[in-house]
């Protein structure tokens, strides 16, 4: 049994097309909608990558400018522990020096006063045999005369001796303060001053 399905009227026909199009424009509208959302969050996340992307650009370039800081620092070290050693041996060398010429200068000193001893003991000696020649009757005028000229002339020497000694020593003290201060002024400056 065959049914016929009713026929619309025209203006049935108008309302549903009328009714469909309006859903379809509803449908439209909605999916513009829904297009200008996905195109602002596109254009949001082009921002935010590009935001990233400038943050990435900039850590990298903090990372590059970071190392450099770093090889800059590790070569200042390097320079300044090579200096540490150059100043410590210097210290060593100069403590060294400052030893060698104190001790020569102690065994000049007692080279200077043996000679003084000597030279004082030779000086006692002629004094007595003087007094004994003085008091012997067989001696004459002039060798007394001589001899005292030779006392004169020893008392001289040893007057000297004793200025070259005082001048000796004067100098050898001046050149260990001099030796002293230059390893204080190598230590701090790294300089080397000539000692003269």
């Known amino acids: 049994m065959s049914s016929v399905a009713p026929a619309l009227s025209d203006p049935d026909r108008g309302t549903l097309l009328h009714d469909r199009v309006a859903e379809l424009e509803a449908e439209n509208q909605r999916l513009n909608i829904l297009i200008s959302g996905l195109q602002g969050e596109e254009l949001e996340h082009g921002r935010r990558t590009n935001s990233m992307r400038e943050d990435r650009d900039q850590a990298l370039a903090r990372v590059v400018e970071l190392e450099t800081s770093v090889k800059s620092v590790e070569r200042n070290l390097h320079d300044r522990d090579l200096k540490i050693e150059v100043l410590e041996r210097s210290l060593s060398n100069g403590s060294a020096d400052t030893d060698k010429a104190r001790a020569e ?7 200077l006063q043996s000679l003084l001893d000597d030279k004082d003991a030779l000086l006692s000696s002629l004094k007595v045999s003087l007094a004994l020649k003085e008091g012997a ?41 001099a030796l002293r201060h230059a390893g204080q002024v190598r230590l701090c400056t790294g300089t080397y001053p000539t000692v003269r």
């Open 137 to 177: 009757e067989t001696e004459t005028h002039a060798h007394i005369i001589a001899k005292d000229a030779e006392i004169n002339l020893l008392e001289t020497r040893v007057k000297k001796a004793y200025a070259e000694l005082e001048d000796e020593r004067r100098e050898l003290g001046s050149q260990v303060n």
């Open 105 to 111: 200068g102690e065994a000049r000193v007692r080279d």
